[in-house]
């Protein structure tokens, strides 16, 4: 079973960036979908951002559309989240899901696949 951990979360100024990084062992498959996902405390879990390793394909939220980027690497079993003019919604638990579902990749509510523990980020003003 694939095994995911996320990193490079912290506490940035409104209008900063972050790069998150999802390290994926013990490697990418070439028909993955990987997501990233938050959690803000009295907030639904949301769908962020994802990318099918297969083509690569990306897929965005409307509340980050423009701002984020979702990239993999394959050679560095490496999936990030740019995280550019943060704003203070994007506070939350950043969490990295992977699985042969095309489910993730449509950024739904399904919880199945892999998860890893989270990075937190906090946007202040």
């Known amino acids: 079973q694939v095994q995911l951990a996320e990193s490079g979360g912290g506490s940035v100024q409104e209008g900063m960036s972050l790069r998150l990084s999802c390290a994926v062992s013990?490697?990418?498959?070439?028909?993955?979908?990987i997501g990233w996902y938050r959690q803000s405390p009295g907030k639904q879990r949301e769908g962020v951002a994802a990318v099918y390793t297969g083509y690569p394909n990306t897929y965005y939220a409307d509340s980050v559309k423009g701002r984020f980027t979702v990239s993999e690497d394959k050679a560095k079993n490496t999936v990030w989240l740019q995280m550019n003019s943060l704003q203070l919604d994007d506070t939350g638990m950043y969490y990295c899901?992977?699985?042969?579902?095309?489910?993730?990749?449509?950024?739904?509510?399904?919880?199945?696949?892999?998860w890893g523990h989270g990075t937190q980020v906090t946007v202040f003003s």
């Open positions: 899901g992977a699985a042969l579902d095309a489910r993730i990749c449509a950024l739904s509510d399904w919880t199945g696949g892999s």
């Open positions: 013990p490697h990418i498959s070439p028909t993955y979908c």
